[in-house]
């Protein structure tokens, strides 16, 4: 008898919403009526709206059905579910389906598709390809190669990577790092775990390359602590890479070490800025350095490090294998390849969209998204996590450009969309941003630490309406000293929420507006 192959998600998302359960549930039924079934527990496509998304593999085609529950199984076999058989469940190939086909796949390209802790499936898939071209053609090919890209982290801040790299490259040092900031902390944010979750060895094969460009022998990834699932499958991935030579000493030959150990965080937002992520690995509280020197000179344990994103190694095998100008073609202006799309808030289909840079917040929210789970109109939407601007509906057809952003005010960011309906308060979202940054500050600098507090009670007064002109002046000028004068972006940036609500929304800002809300 044929085995069949089954593809149930072991993703966080999914798992929530019972894979765990459907996987069981095919198996035992699988088992009581003689079919011989694979179970593999891939990644996620990216549609967390289909999860769990269940694949058969029918004559060399997947087909899939969505939102699958335990209890659809018994009618799945009972449609002839593995033969591809019609369902209510059934959206055909999974390549069809349009959420999925209409994307520019480059850093995601292998999620979804293969069993995340095989190296053959890894393999059989081009992994490695760009380690084994970056091997034979040297370092300054690397370094070449990333800079022609135009590749800037992902992680939000946007630096020119190929710059970073050289940077650390060019240091003299008899030890170097690679760390990965796969602390990802941003409201509406998920790329960074559904890669590592659906593709982890792309990201070691990054941190790789990036080890032997610049001349460093280990690298870290620092890892949220609320990652559970994506800790066990980075840990499970690496053991097999490092059993099939990939990671070690000497790796395949070349005389090039290189080896990688996961740190898990403790729940700070803080660390997810690069020095306080650094002084975290180094067993210390997670503060902000002063910069300079910078981490590409003095990083990890005072030695030169290179800080990315995990979005932004994982992005540099393909890079190296194809070459920089291939990604470069993806894009506008500076904002070169591809960024995966979080959609995420009142949204009716939520998930990832890896799109080239161009395309815009209303093709996002509306031919993907699928406009709001409520039916209602969008109101606000904010791009670039906690400290990002609100945008209006006025605003939607603004391109996903880093330029075109920074010149209204606003942030791409880690690229996480969050959609409100017209029945959000926007001086409840302005104070929760003062409230978030009193919270996860590092309490370094005072214009953080104090300022946030007194931001929330600004907002207050003007909410209930004491002397709101007054406390409206007031509450700008804090904007403007927390902005000039906060040693990092957590400070620094908690204006650009507060600022846009005030200037986009001031009717929620009227005396008595949305006080009750406030205090809940």
Known sequence: MPTTKVYVPRETTAVSVGAH????GIERHAQATGESVQIIRNGSWGASWLEPLVEVEVGGTRIAYGNVAPADVPTLFESGFLQGGEHPRRLGPTQGIPYLAN??????LRCGAIDPGSVEDFKDHKGFTGFEKALAEGPEFVLEAVLKSGL???GGAA??????WRTVADAESDQKYITCNADEGDSGTFSDRILMEGDPMSLFEGMAIAGYAVGATKGYIYLRSEYPITYRILLE????????GWLGRDIRGSGFDFDIDVHLGAGAYICGEETAMLESLEGKRGMIRYKPPLPAHEGLFGKPTVVNNVVTLASVPDIVNLGGEVYADYGVDQSKGTLAFQLA??????????????????????DWGGGTASGRPVRAVQVGGPLGAYLTADQLDIPMDYEAFTAIG???GHGGIVVFDDTVDMAVQA???MEFCAIESCGKCTPCRIGAVRGVEVIDRIVAGEDRELNLDLLAELCDTMEDASLCAMGGMTPFPVRSAVEHFPEDFGAGAGEERIHE
């Open 21 to 24: 359960e459907v996987a069981l």
């Open 159 to 164: 630096f020119p990577t190929g710059i970073k």
């Open 431 to 433: 104070r929760f941003a």
């Open 410 to 412: 606003a942030i791409v």
């Open 152 to 154: 800037r982290g992902r």
């Open 103 to 108: 994307q520019d796949r480059w850093s995601f």
């Open 345 to 366: 808030g009142n949204i009716k289909r939520g998930g990832l969209v890896e799109k080239a840079f161009g395309v815009t917040l209303r093709e996002l929210i509306e």
């Open 237 to 244: 991935a690496l053991d097999e890479v490092r059993d099939a």
